[in-house]
């Protein structure tokens, strides 16, 4: 396979017309029923994933499968056109389904769930093998897992041992979730080195430490949740922030002044999408375009699930409709 | 029940005694239920203030978790409830209420502390997970209070059976049965009566008679005597 971004980018802006538009997207929000809303859909090119969610007697459960497999179908169709560090580097996107995956292994086996449960909470998608994750899930306590996954040698297996054992000194989960969480974004910063995959993590970072001091206003913050690589929010900023001050968001006051959290996120989602669109914009032979393509697949697969569940319970358009173009 | 009954002064105080028990127990059980009723009332306002703060509480909830499944991919959400406990323990006790045992059960502390990792989760996903402990809250108000709602509805159902049961079967039978001895004794006194009026009839026609034979008697030894 190449591990030249001209060819993967070539192939990734074919995937980019696949994906629905606005028409496409405005009959889905307009159909009468959910029935239609399938029917819609089976007339679009995720027909091929819908599988059992146009089955009679199928529901939300049987939609939400047939999205995230043709979410995880094309984000795995990005990464295997791509060897070498182009790999590397679109791996780092999709290790962040490996990072919820390793969360719910720990999560799972922390409050003492089954194999079964836990296999059944997984996503069907990243980069950790599925015999790595079996073994993990029926391994039966934390410590063991991150052997498991150790030894299939997945980038995040260090991250995993060191939050295993953050988690046995402490008893407290949290500890073993944000070893991971910023195992994660070293991993991928130390892959991301000058690229505009690094330019759109460091905005990433910021986005989500702006968020994270959002949410945690007005109570205690623990510092360990702030996550080094950002260009705007620093460590002590991250204290201020969280401390109510938000005079020193930068760019990223729109987030901090929100007047409630979804507002924050609505802003946040909107920030990652430019974010996204400028590594495709200023990195048109890198790997910007594969950021900005998944980070449309992403939000595509997420509005039909929005607008899917709204038809299901028989939401009115109109109110899908400002929810699904607050984009 | 009549009919087994011996019908004697005895068995007409003993009757006597147990139609005044009844008739207390009847009255004091009444009282209990018109009490019982009362506090029902009172729990049927807290019952449906609750329903209604469940109701309210779990739109909201269910509607964060409809945008975070959305937003946020079930899977992750589904994820973060696997790092919740299955079991949820609760302060429960048992207090009395009128004699009718209920729990008192108190929600468990809310700690407010995340329990996961908040970076790169949604916050309309801890919106939710925010919500949702606010209908596990409601939810066990509501529990409560249906609960003690249920037991005390249970219990004002078998003191209705018990006042119902003195009042139309147990307070008529011994009334029966104390008409029914006092009906017999009253027989027997009559009996007695008339049997006594017929010995005193009897002793006094023999009594006339013997006076009027030794009257006789006389006349003739008179008689016999003067011969």
Redesign the interface.
């Known amino acids: 396979m190449p591990d030249d971004y001209g060819y993967i980018n070539a192939r990734i802006k074919v995937m980019r017309t696949q994906l629905l538009d606005g028409r496409m997207l405005d009959a889905t929000l307009e159909a009468q029923s959910y029935q239609e809303f399938l029917r819609v859909l089976s007339e679009s090119v995720l027909a091929a994933d819908l599988g059992d969610a146009t089955a009679q007697g199928a529901g939300l459960a049987e939609l939400?499968a047939a999205l995230?497999r043709n979410f995880f179908h094309t984000a795995d169709k990005v990464y295997r056109l791509a060897s070498g560090t182009a790999r590397d580097e679109i791996g780092v996107l999709l290790q962040?389904w490996d990072?919820?995956n390793l969360?719910?292994l720990a999560?799972?086996l922390?409050?003492?769930?089954g194999t079964e449960?836990?296999l059944q909470?997984?996503?069907p998608g990243g980069t950790i093998a599925r015999s790595a994750l079996q073994a993990a899930a029926s391994s039966g306590d934390v410590a063991s897992a991150a052997q498991a996954i150790t030894v299939s040698g997945h980038p995040l297996a260090g991250a995993f041992r060191e939050g295993a054992a953050a988690m046995s000194a402490s008893g407290r989960?949290?500890d073993l979730?944000?070893a991971?969480?910023q195992g994660y974004y070293r991993r991928a910063l130390a892959i991301a080195r000058g690229t505009a995959l690094r330019r759109y993590l460091a905005r990433e970072i910021d986005i989500?430490n702006a968020?994270?001091a959002?949410?945690?206003r007005g109570?205690s913050v623990d510092p360990s949740?702030f996550?080094e690589g950002g260009n705007v929010i620093g460590a002590s900023d991250f204290t201020r922030l969280g401390a109510g001050d938000t005079g020193v968001g930068g760019d990223l006051s729109p987030i901090l002044e929100a007047p409630s959290?979804?507002e924050?996120?609505i802003v946040a989602?909107r920030a990652l999408d430019v974010a996204a669109h400028n590594a495709a914009m200023g990195d048109a032979l890198g790997v910007g375009v594969a950021v900005d393509f998944l980070r449309r697949k992403e939000i595509e697969i997420?509005?039909l699930?929005?607008i899917g569940?709204g038809k299901f319970?028989g939401v009115p358009a109109e109110q899908l409709r400002r929810?699904v173009s607050v984009e | 029940m009549a009919g087994q009954i011996s019908p004697t002064r005895t068995a007409l105080l003993a009757s006597k005694a147990q139609l005044k028990l009844a008739t207390n127990g009847a009255e004091l059980l009444k009282r209990k239920r018109d009490a019982l009723i009362g506090e029902f009332f009172a729990l049927v306002r807290d019952a449906l203030a609750a329903r209604e703060e469940l109701a309210g509480v779990s739109r909201g909830a269910y509607t964060s978790l409809f945008s975070a499944k959305s937003w946020d991919t079930p899977e992750a959400v589904e994820s973060l409830s696997l790092a919740q406990p299955g079991t949820l323990s609760v302060n429960m006790q048992i207090e009395s209420v009128y004699g009718v045992k209920v729990p008192r059960i108190e929600l468990p502390e809310s700690k407010g502390a995340v329990t996961f990792s908040p970076i790169n989760v949604g916050t309309r996903t801890i919106q939710a997970a925010t919500d949702f402990q606010g209908v596990m809250q409601a939810l066990i108000k509501v529990a409560a209070t249906e609960t003690k709602l249920r037991r005390i509805g249970e219990e004002i159902k078998k003191t209705s059976r018990r006042v119902n049961a003195l009042e139309q079967v147990v307070v008529p039978g011994i009334q029966d049965d104390i008409r029914f001895i006092r009906g017999v004794l009253d027989q027997r006194e009559r009996e007695e009566s008339f049997r006594l009026k017929k010995i005193k009839a009897k002793l006094e026609r023999e009594a006339e008679e013997a006076a009027a034979q030794s009257g006789a008697q006389g006349g003739s030894y008179a008689g016999t005597a003067a011969d």
């Open positions: 939400d995230s962040r990072l919820v969360k719910t999560r799972g922390a409050s003492g769930r449960g836990i909470s997984l996503i989960l949290l979730e944000v991971l969480d989500t968020l994270t959002r949410a945690l109570q949740l996550v959290l979804e924050a996120e989602r997420a509005k699930r929005l569940r319970y929810e």
